[in-house]
């Protein structure tokens, strides 16, 4: 695995274990490395890293990259509350 996804899964991980949801952690990932915005894959792989997120759960994730979702409704779809 990439260095820089482990990093970034090891941060998440950390945001998690301080209350951060994914959704969350998501949010907090793209604005502090907005080149994941752009990147959904690398943000996809952080995210399974760090959380074991499904396929499906992944494609919330992108959705919401995308603008086609919120992230209220991400966090509902993802079922994980604070």
């Keep these: ?12 991980v950390e945001y998690h274990g301080i209350g ?3 959704a969350e952690i998501t ?4 604005d502090k ?7 959904p894959f ?7 890293s760090a959380f074991g ?9 992108t959705a919401w990259v995308q603008g086609e979702i919120s992230l209220e409704t991400l966090e509902e779809r993802l079922q994980v509350t604070r």
């Design 53 to 61: 997120l499904s396929v499906h759960d992944l494609q919330y994730v």
């Design 42 to 48: 690398r943000l996809s792989q952080v995210l399974r």
């Design 20 to 22: 951060c949801s994914v």
């Design 33 to 39: 490395h907005p080149d994941l915005r752009s990147a």
């Design 27 to 30: 949010d907090l990932l793209i």
């Design 1 to 12: 695995m990439d260095e820089e996804i482990e990093r970034l899964a090891r941060l998440a």
